[in-house]
C-alpha cells in the first residue's frame, strides 16, 4: 500500500505518484474516500472549528450505532502497509489504544479479540500490551496500555 506523502491518504494500487490529486495537479487516484463521501454517521456529525465533537452529539452518535458483525469490521479495517515508518494518525491506517487499570483493559480486550482472525498470510496482527510508567520518576503505576492493529506482512 502507498500513501500520499503530503496528506497520508491511501493511493490506488500500481500507481508511482507519491502524492494524491488533492495535493499533486496530476497525483494518483486516491483508494481513500474523498472528503464530502458520507459512508458513516460519524462524518455527519458537527464538530467544531477545532474538529472536535460536543458531548451530546457524541453520545447520541453512540446511542445510534449497531455492534458489528465480522464482515462489517474487517471491511473497515485499513491494515497498516508492510514497511511503513512514522506515525500513522493523520493517515487511513485502523489502530486501537486502551489504556488504564488491569480490569478495564482486560474487559475492552476481550472485545477485541475478532481482531486476531485478521491474522493470515498477508496480514498480521500488532499486539504491544505494557505496563504503564510515571514518565518523571519511571515507577510503574498499576496500570496498563494496549495497542491492537493490522498490518501487510513484509515480502
Known sequence: MTFCADCGVLLAPGNAEECCDN???????TVSREKGDLVSSLEGVQSTKSGHILKKDAVKWLNSLDKPNQVELKRSVLPKPAGFEGSTHETDISNI???????????????????LDFEDDETRVELNLSRTKVRDTKQYTG???????VAERGS
Open 143 to 149: 496500570n496498563y496500555a494496549l495497542y491492537l492493529s
Open 97 to 115: 489504544r486502551i489504556s488504564g487499570d488491569a480490569r478495564f483493559v482486560e474487559t475492552f480486550a476481550g472485545l477485541m479479540t475478532c481482531l
Open 23 to 29: 495535493c499533486a495537479p496530476d497525483g494518483a487516484p
